[in-house]
Nanobody
Framework: QVQLVESGGGLVQAGGSLSLSCAAS????????MGWFRQAPGTEREFVAA????????YYADSVKGRFTISRDNAKNTVYLQMNSLKSEDTAVYYC???????????????????WGQGTLVTVSS
């Protein structure tokens, strides 16, 4: 069982930056690939970024590539999402998720993640 708690959401102006954190419970954090997803009102949950369970291999949606950075600290059981050059279309509830690392690459599909946080709202004003 893994419990995830996101923090760091809020209101920011377009062009600004925001950093999200996701703290995980349990002693097996490094066994899980971690991902960030987002969901805007009336839309499906979409992939944002993912990171392999160990190391620095990262993967991004085209819409955030070059602006967002995912990272993790396995000693602190925490995954981060640094968001720069924010746009109004980045407004959404952001969720972190954990997928047991049975495959080499982390999944990009929401239903392949087992554990989810409660979400944190990011609002970008234009």
């Amino acid at each position: 069982q893994v419990q995830l708690v996101e923090s760091g959401g809020g209101l920011v102006q377009a062009g600004g930056s925001l950093s999200l954190s996701c703290a995980a419970s349990g002693r097996t954090f490094s066994s899980y690939h971690m991902g960030w997803f987002r969901q805007a009102p009336g839309t499906e949950r979409e992939f944002v970024a993912a990171i392999r369970r160990i190391g620095t291999s990262t993967y991004y949606a085209d819409s955030v590539k070059g602006r967002f950075t995912i990272s993790r600290d396995n000693a602190k059981n925490t995954v981060y999402l640094q968001m720069n050059s924010l746009k109004s279309e980045d407004t959404a509830v952001y969720y972190c998720a954990a997928a047991y690392a049975s495959n080499y690459y982390p999944p990009r599909v929401a239903n392949e993640y087992t554990y989810w946080g409660q979400g944190t709202l990011v609002t970008v004003s234009s």
